[in-house]
């Protein structure tokens, strides 16, 4: 187990509506990233958050939003649901100064299905 | 362009088989690398970082060419276990991105 821990499991919507995704990183890791993960596909990253600033971000539209807390969790936001954002949510925590190579350990991830 | 591309396979093998999996990337500045395993419907998790001199863990081997931007991971007398989908992942050095390929499948028949 990473430690790394995400909420919900699933989750069901309908286009239009917003959705809010939660993530708890590992013990002593300041660093959340999120990815998308579609079927058949590679994790596609959405956006890092390092000592809650936004630290880089992938090619996605601004109603993918996020948030980091003091304790370094996160929540990744997406509002105007549309049926391709239906997908595996993937978030990774890291400590990108702990020394040597930077390594991103993944939560379970949530289900997001987009009716 | 793709910054990371894999041959998404399917490889059947049988145990005790080797295999290997090629990726390529396509941004000369990236600085680490490295495979991830992904079970049906679990999340990734790391099998191996790739360093430039080439790295070991007992059966697997991982390979950096960076003049050819090319990793591999070859597999040695594969185990049911092994079945899954192998990432390619690589960041550039600032680490606050990492690339995944599409992935390679692997099952291995008894």
């Known amino acids: 187990e990473t430690g790394v821990t995400q909420s919900p499991t699933h989750l069901i919507k309908t286009r239009g509506q917003q959705v809010t995704l939660r993530c708890s990183s590992q013990s002593g890791h300041n660093t959340v990233s999120w990815y998308q993960q579609a079927l058949g596909q590679g994790p596609q990253f959405i956006f890092q958050?390092?000592?809650?600033?936004?630290?880089g971000r992938g090619n996605f539209p601004p109603r993918f939003s996020g948030l980091q807390f003091p304790n370094y969790s996160s929540e990744l936001n997406v509002n105007a649901l549309e049926l391709d954002d239906s997908a595996l949510y993937l978030c990774?925590?890291?400590?990108?100064?702990?020394?040597?190579?930077?390594?991103?350990?993944f939560g379970p991830g949530t289900r997001l299905l987009v009716l | 362009r793709k910054e990371v591309e894999q041959d998404p396979g399917p490889f059947n093998v049988p145990e005790g088989a080797t295999v290997a999996f090629n990726c390529t990337y396509s941004?000369?500045?990236?600085?680490?690398f490295f495979w991830y395993r992904q079970d049906c419907r679990k999340e990734p998790k790391l099998l191996m970082s790739?360093?430039?001199s080439g790295n070991e863990d007992g059966r697997f081997t991982a390979q950096l060419n960076r003049a050819s931007q090319y990793i591999s991971l070859l597999i040695r007398d594969s185990k049911l276990s092994d079945s899954a989908t192998y990432l390619c992942v690589v960041s550039t050095n600032t680490g606050n991105q990492f690339y995944f390929g599409t992935g390679t499948s692997l099952t291995v028949i008894p």
């Open positions: 958050y390092y000592r809650e600033e936004e630290n």
């Open positions: 990774a925590s890291s400590n990108p100064y702990s020394g040597g190579q930077e390594t991103q350990y």
């Open positions: 941004n000369s500045a990236s600085q680490s």
């Open positions: 790739v360093y430039s």
